[in-house]
């Protein structure tokens, strides 16, 4: 079992940064492939970035590509992510998962993760 505790949300005005973290426990996440969803209020969930656990290649969702960043720190068992250029739009509860058995073609998806977690809320002012 891994348990996944994100940190790191808050307000920020539009134009503004902010740096999600995600520290799993209950065994080592770092050959797991790592991501970071999203849902805003009365919407779906929406893919916002992975890292695929064999090339440790990234994938982004349009929408954030250039603005964000996601990193892995296997020394502290983390997965960060890295927000710039933040709008409104980007205003959601993010949530980080894990899983070690997906397929490339799958990394967007969020059914083919093990674990999450609770999520945390970032708020973004214009």
């Known amino acids: 079992q891994v348990q996944l505790v994100e940190s790191g949300g808050g307000s920020v005005q539009a134009g503004g940064s902010l740096t999600l973290s995600c520290t799993a426990s209950g065994r080592s996440i770092s050959r797991d492939t790592v991501a970071w969803f999203r849902q805003a209020p009365g919407k779906e969930r929406e893919f916002v970035a992975a890292?695929?656990?064999?090339?440790?290649?990234?994938y982004y969702a349009d929408s954030v590509k250039g603005r964000f960043t996601i990193s892995r720190t296997n020394g502290k068992n983390m997965v960060s992510l890295q927000m710039n250029s933040l709008t409104p739009e980007d205003t959601a509860v993010y949530s980080c998962?894990?899983?070690?058995?997906?397929?490339?073609?799958?990394?967007?998806?969020?059914?083919?993760?093990?674990?999450w977690g609770q999520g945390t809320q970032v708020t973004v002012s214009s």
């Open positions: 998962a894990t899983g070690s058995r997906l397929i490339l073609s799958t990394v967007r998806s969020g059914a083919a993760y093990d674990y």
């Open positions: 890292l695929w656990r064999s090339t440790g290649t990234s």
